[in-house]
């Protein structure tokens, strides 16, 4: 028997439940891990609420990201052996797998091997992050070391993937923080100029940064109303990427601005790469090569057991975190 968190209706943290459950064996192409760390997103909130992309389906597990060790392969995975550690790539939908738990079973496409001196709350905190910000800047945006960068919610795992990335391209990372308190952190994490947004006005404090110019790429988690600043302060057919909505408000779209400047705003999520597969492997190529050479380091900012999960996500939920909120097992 093992230990998993399932949820039997949606709704707040409450609703996630420690259950034993029966060993399970790995169907074809499946692959069954040992759990040691597993990172918590956004998105799995959403999905706990009803109000993900994907539709709900109940009884379900959650989670999209792990790292851990593999108990068994099923048939016709030739990639993988008992006792590689291996991480997820969120490469699934929860509708159908789940990783939060001690055991988790998951489609051997969304596994890679990682390095021995990665640790086990780092390697659970890879994929999500580090593949969003790289099909936004790189594989879709064709980032390139002249340009500049808005990273909104900075703070973020993802936005610290992404500084991290703009930074390694040679580019420049330009980060947005509601509040003074993580400033410094951010300056830490590489970024060439943090913009606190109670306190200044982003359109002008993101010109004076680009000499006038604007942002090339403005990498937006936040969405609603921002969405006007973002186009203002955006360069000549600039683009902006909206991957998440933070504020959960309408977002309006910004014609007579993005019509005077030529600018493309892109609905965008990991899964345009995640699911073409020569647009991974390159992403996981670019990835494990940052990892490798230092470039870069998932930020962990808080580990938490398992039997503590809910209060996990309700940490997610009230933005006090700079990186990723992990969680791990025993086993770990």
């Given at each position: 028997m093992a230990r998993i968190i399932r949820f039997h209706e949606t709704g707040s943290s409450d609703v996630l439940k420690l259950e034993e459950a029966p060993e399970t064996s790995p169907g074809e192409?499946?692959?069954?891990?040992?759990?040691?760390?597993?990172?918590?997103n956004r998105a799995e909130v959403l999905y706990r609420q009803g109000l993900y992309l994907e539709r709900t389906r109940l009884p379900s597990r959650i989670g999209y990201e792990a790292s851990g060790l593999v108990k068994a392969v099923g048939e016709g995975v030739t990639d993988f052996k008992e006792g590689d550690y291996v991480s997820t790539i969120p490469a699934f939908s929860m509708r159908q797998y789940g990783v939060c738990g001690e055991e988790a079973l998951v489609p051997a496409r969304a596994l890679v091997k990682m390095p021995e001196?990665?640790?086990p709350e780092e390697a659970a905190s890879v994929w999500m992050q580090y593949l969003t910000a790289y099909g936004a800047l790189i594989d879709i945006g064709q980032l390139t070391a002249s340009q500049a960068v808005l990273i909104t919610a900075a703070s973020s795992s993802v936005g610290i993937a992404a500084i991290q990335m703009v930074k390694d391209l040679g580019a420049m990372p330009?980060?947005?923080?509601?509040?003074?308190?993580?400033?410094d952190a951010l300056l830490e994490a590489g970024a060439?100029?943090?913009?606190?947004?109670?306190?200044?006005?982003?359109?002008?404090?993101?010109?004076?940064?680009?000499?006038?110019?604007?942002?090339?790429?403005?990498?937006?988690?936040?969405a609603g109303s921002i969405v006007n600043e973002l186009a203002e302060a955006a360069a000549y057919e600039g683009t902006i990427f909206l991957y998440g909505a933070l504020s959960l408000e309408k977002t309006p779209f910004p014609f007579r601005t993005a019509l005077?400047?030529?600018?493309?705003?892109?609905?965008?999520?990991m899964m345009q790469i995640a699911k073409d597969e020569d647009r991974l492997e390159w992403g996981k190529a670019h990835i494990l090569s940052g990892l490798e050479r230092g470039a870069f380091l998932p930020v962990v900012d808080r580990v938490f057991p398992l039997a503590e999960l809910g209060a996990a996500y309700d940490y997610m939920e009230t933005n006090q975190q700079l990186g990723k909120i992990v969680v791990t097992t025993e086993l770990g």
């Open positions: 192409g499946e692959v069954l891990i040992h759990v040691l760390a597993m990172g918590l001196s990665i640790k330009i980060a947005t923080t509601r509040t003074a308190a993580k400033k060439a100029h943090v913009i606190v947004t109670d306190e200044e006005n982003l359109v002008e404090r993101v010109r004076s940064c680009t000499d006038g110019k604007g942002a090339d790429i403005i990498f937006d988690a936040i005077s400047k030529g600018l493309s705003i892109v609905g965008y999520t």
